[in-house]
């Protein structure tokens, strides 16, 4: 079957640095996503990775190891404001989003 | 105006009544989808529509209608719901389908509650 695992919930304080994995498994593989989606909004395209290696998007970067069915969002310097959940989504070989339950992350003074 | 524009954003409904649920995308974006968000659960995809025409439907039980009247607008056509159907219900839009589907632009959700 199809599976995305991802933490439930982590904590980390102000100006620290902070990686969210993400573990895959589907039919195909079409790229991995990353989403920011803060309480009560709309979830925001964060990250697009396909090929293996590190993508750097200002304090946010993201990783993908395609033979290990692993990625991981790093976010650096933290700010209050990236308190927030965040999902990992797989595409499958039939364009499919597969989604993760989403990561909430507590950031502390 | 943002993207992605969906009413009501929170709704209260019986088990007996009939409502709908609506998005609207000014994105100029060819394909349109409804997800279903409860709580820590994975996104549901339920329906996808492709320039009006549905290309996805994901066994949605028949209690939820949806329509696409033109490649802005989106409805959801909800009756005889359950209370497990209470959840967020996002809308949202990409350029294409299938290609590009990886990045959605996504509405803020209506929040429903079935009593």
């Known amino acids: 079957g199809q599976n995305i695992d991802q933490p439930t919930e982590m904590t980390a304080t102000e100006g620290a640095i902070v990686q969210i994995n993400c573990t895959y498994q589907t039919s195909g593989f079409n790229g991995l996503f990353w989403y920011q989606q803060h309480a009560g909004e709309a979830p925001t395209f964060l990250s697009y990775n396909v090929l293996d290696g590190l993508e750097e998007k200002g304090r946010f970067s993201s990783f993908l190891s395609r033979s290990k069915g692993y990625s991981y969002l790093l976010l650096k310097e933290l700010q209050m404001k990236d308190s927030a959940s965040y999902l990992c989504a797989s595409m499958d070989s039939n364009y499919q989003l597969i989604w993760g339950a989403g990561t909430k992350l507590i950031i502390k003074p | 105006e943002t993207g992605v524009t969906q009413t009501p954003r929170h709704l209260v409904m019986g088990m007996t009544n009939k409502k709908s649920l609506k998005c609207e995308q000014h994105?100029?974006?060819?394909?349109m989808y409804w997800y279903k968000q409860s709580a820590k659960k994975p996104l549901e995809l339920m329906f996808v529509y492709s320039l009006e025409e549905r290309v996805e439907n994901n066994s949605v039980p028949s209690r939820f209608s949806p329509e696409c009247p033109n490649s802005s607008h989106l409805f959801l056509h909800l009756h005889t719901l359950q209370p497990e159907d209470s959840a967020l219900y996002l809308c949202a839009s990409s350029p294409h389908w299938p290609e590009n589907t990886g990045e959605l632009f996504f509405g803020e959700g209506s929040r429903l509650t079935v009593l």
């Open positions: 994105l100029g974006h060819n394909a």
